[in-house]
């Protein structure tokens, strides 16, 4: 199981379900209290220059089901004792290599960290939209860009730590060498507007009321056609909450969209406003703005995901200098797992807690 700190992979799992589609505009429920709020918060781990309390370790634990179930996958009831003592370990590192800093890596996590929630951000496709779904588990985007900014460092600490470095050459020759990796497909730059035939809670809407929104819809095609600004009317009358903010436009490759919405979208001719069309989110009308022919994507753009891709694949390399190197880091500054439930089981094999940095797999085309 790869695993990363809470708050990248709230991030990351974010990142994974953020694909241009047209959303309902549901408002996430509000969270209740924090445990914390109700109990006294106890220190679990602790050292010198360590101390990790329940409410952080609770946390990062609730980032990590929220990306787990972000890929429909659900954590197995027989690995969440694991789960904590490897989401525990992670915390503990990231304290550690912290205290080990100089000011250059704290330079190379902040600028990683900003390139990070920047690409967040433009997949979110607005802050608005972007705080609505961390606000939905809980945090804010300046809580995790502090939190972001710490594991940032921690990773440029263990780069230099152990020397991990990739040259512009390597980066060349990947790319040069694994073209399929990079090809981006025939894609549209389309805006639409949406009007919803949910409710708050996301059930449909009575007959009566769709049909409201069947006239409402066919009200705005007419003013559409009829020469008045679409991103205006988008910002206006749109209850898609991802794009009205950018006046509705998203650009998208086969396989993003639901099905009627894509044929849609490809079938049209350039500045072409569609019909309306119908999908289980409400009316849709769409105007193509360009289509872009498939395409190999420069080097320049596609550089520093294939860095850091490489930069993880010479961590795998080096695994076990890296545990030996987080194992002395750990025993030097006393670290002490206060939690039974939380002190890692002895086993044979390679059951070993995964170590940071996270893997990001295969580097993947950017569509910008």
């Known amino acids: 199981?790869?695993?990363?700190?809470?708050?990248?992979?709230?991030?990351?799992?974010?990142?994974?379900?953020?694909?241009?589609?047209?959303?309902?505009?549901?408002?996430?429920?509000?969270?209740?209290?924090?445990?914390?709020?109700?109990?006294?918060?106890?220190?679990v781990a602790k050292g010198k220059g360590v101390s990790i309390k329940r409410s952080q370790l609770d946390d990062a634990m609730v980032s990590i089901k929220s990306t787990f179930a972000a890929r429909g996958q659900d954590v197995p009831p027989d690995e969440m004792n694991h789960l904590e003592q490897q989401v525990l370990d992670r915390l503990i590192q990231v304290q550690i290599l912290l205290q080990k800093a100089t000011d250059q890596d704290k330079a190379t996590g902040k600028e990683v960290c900003q390139k990070r929630m920047e690409a967040f951000r433009t997949r979110a496709g607005s802050e608005e939209a972007f705080a609505r779904q961390l606000k939905s588990v809980?945090?804010?985007?300046?809580?995790?860009?502090?939190?972001?900014?710490?594991?940032?460092?921690?990773?440029?600490?263990?780069?230099?730590?152990?020397?991990?470095?990739?040259?512009?050459?390597?980066?060349?020759?990947?790319?040069?060498?694994?073209?399929?990796?990079?090809?981006?497909p025939e894609?549209?730059?389309?805006?639409?507007?949406?009007?919803?035939?949910?409710?708050?809670?996301?059930?449909?809407?009575?007959?009566?009321?769709?049909?409201?929104?069947?006239?409402?819809?066919?009200?705005?095609?007419?003013?559409?056609?009829?020469?008045?600004?679409?991103?205006?009317?988008?910002?206006?009358?749109?209850?898609?909450?991802?794009?009205?903010d950018k006046g509705g436009e998203y650009q998208f490759a086969r396989g993003q969209m639901v099905p009627e919405f894509e044929t849609a979208a490809f079938s049209l001719k350039t500045n072409q406003i569609s019909d309306i069309v119908t999908t289980t989110y409400g009316f849709h009308i769409i105007k193509l703005s360009e289509k872009i022919p498939a395409k190999k994507i420069e080097l320049a753009k596609v550089s520093p995901d294939v860095k850091e891709f490489l930069k993880q694949e010479?961590?795998?390399?080096?695994?076990?200098?890296?545990?030996?190197?987080?194992?002395?880091?750990?025993?030097?500054?006393?670290?002490?797992?206060?939690?039974?439930?939380?002190?890692?089981?002895?086993?044979?094999g390679n059951d070993a807690p995964q170590i940071l940095p996270p893997a990001t797999g295969n580097p993947k085309p950017v569509s910008k």
């Open 1 to 43: 199981m790869v695993l990363v700190c809470g708050e990248l992979a709230l991030a990351q799992g974010m990142a994974a379900t953020s694909s241009p589609a047209p959303t309902d505009a549901a408002t996430p429920a509000k969270s209740g209290p924090k445990i914390s709020d109700l109990f006294p918060d106890e220190v």
């Open 138 to 184: 809980g945090t804010t985007p300046e809580e995790l860009q502090s939190k972001m900014a710490e594991e940032s460092t921690a990773e440029a600490v263990l780069e230099r730590e152990l020397n991990i470095k990739v040259s512009d050459d390597a980066v060349k020759k990947f790319y040069d060498d694994n073209p399929s990796k990079f090809e981006q």
């Open 187 to 244: 894609m549209v730059r389309a805006s639409h507007i949406l009007i919803s035939t949910r409710d708050e809670a996301n059930k449909e809407l009575p007959g009566d009321q769709k049909s409201a929104k069947r006239k409402k819809a066919e009200d705005v095609l007419k003013r559409a056609r009829a020469g008045e600004d679409f991103a205006k009317l988008a910002k206006e009358n749109s209850d898609d909450p991802g794009s009205k």
């Open 314 to 348: 010479e961590m795998k390399k080096h695994q076990q200098d890296l545990q030996s190197y987080l194992d002395k880091l750990k025993k030097d500054s006393g670290v002490e797992i206060l939690d039974e439930n939380l002190k890692p089981k002895q086993t044979a």
